[in-house]
Nanobody, 115 residues
Framework: QVQLVESGGGLVQPGGSLRLSCAASGTIFRYYDMGWYRQAPGKQRELVALFSSTGSTNYGDSVKGRFTISRDNAKNTVYLQMNSLKPEDTAVYYC?????????WGQGTQVTVAS
């Protein structure tokens, strides 16, 4: 059973920073593409950042230059460093692990950007 557990969400003021973590268990982490997605109320879930198993990264247009995804295969963990946060970044952030056959979602962590 693969489990993804996100942490690090919370309330932050505009312009602030947060670091999300997603710890994976029950799988060979390094063979999975790891991604962060988010879903705001009334909106579709969207890609925030992706770190492939081969080392490439990809970002959603709205977060380029502000967010950085990284992964530590030894710790089975993927991170999302979020800087210069804006109110429109408010959403539930989900971690996703996927390969050519299967994908898994975490339970999500709330990020609220407000003064």
């Amino acid at each position: 059973q693969v489990q993804l557990v996100e942490s690090g969400g919370g309330l932050v003021q505009p312009g602030g920073s947060l670091r999300l973590s997603c710890a994976a268990s029950g799988t060979i982490f390094r063979y999975y593409d790891m991604g962060w997605y988010r879903q705001a109320p009334g909106k579709q879930r969207e890609l925030v950042a992706l770190f492939s198993s081969t080392g490439s990264t990809n970002y959603g247009d709205s977060v380029k230059g502000r967010f950085t995804i990284s992964r530590d295969n030894a710790k089975n963990t993927v991170y999302l460093q979020m800087n210069s946060l804006k109110p429109e970044d408010t959403a539930v952030y989900y971690c996703k692990a996927e390969n050519a056959i299967v994908y898994y979602w975490g339970q999500g962590t709330q990020v609220t950007v407000a003064s």
